[in-house]
């Protein structure tokens, strides 16, 4: 059995580490480095022109990932986290248009600390 806890990590934001599986139709995420509650409730997908937030699945422990279909992926792509107690946190067009498999992305953004 595990828990997460409380973590600050000292003016680090938050970190998003693109899966080397990810494709033009699924991207998978591990998203490192939030500050605050440890752990995260929900994390959702808006890409470049669209409307909504789509839903991502936790893969596995700190990855997340999202399936687009048949359809390709329009980035830039936006992250809005949810944190265990409900704060959310938006990194805007944190994943680039021409984005990489393997690559991290950082945005300007956390949980703790002047960022949140």
């Known amino acids: 059995m595990h828990c997460r806890v409380a973590c600050n990590w000292n003016g680090l ?3 998003f580490r693109v899966d080397a599986g990810s494709n033009a139709n699924y991207l998978a995420m591990a998203i490192e480095y939030e500050s605050g509650d440890g752990d995260l409730r ?3 997908l808006k890409q470049s022109g669209a409307a909504a937030w789509a839903p991502m699945q936790r893969s596995w422990g700190a990855v997340w990932q999202y399936k687009s279909g048949s359809t390709n ?3 830039p792509l936006s992250v ?4 265990g107690s409900g704060r959310v946190l938006v990194a805007s067009n944190v994943i680039p ?3 990489q498999p393997g690559r991290t992305y950082r945005s300007v953004v956390n949980f703790g600390g ?3």
């Open 97 to 99: 248009a021409g984005w």
């Open 73 to 75: 992926l329009q980035a």
């Open 114 to 116: 002047n960022h949140a």
């Open 80 to 83: 809005r986290l949810t944190s």
């Open 42 to 44: 929900a994390v959702e």
């Open 13 to 15: 934001d938050i970190a």
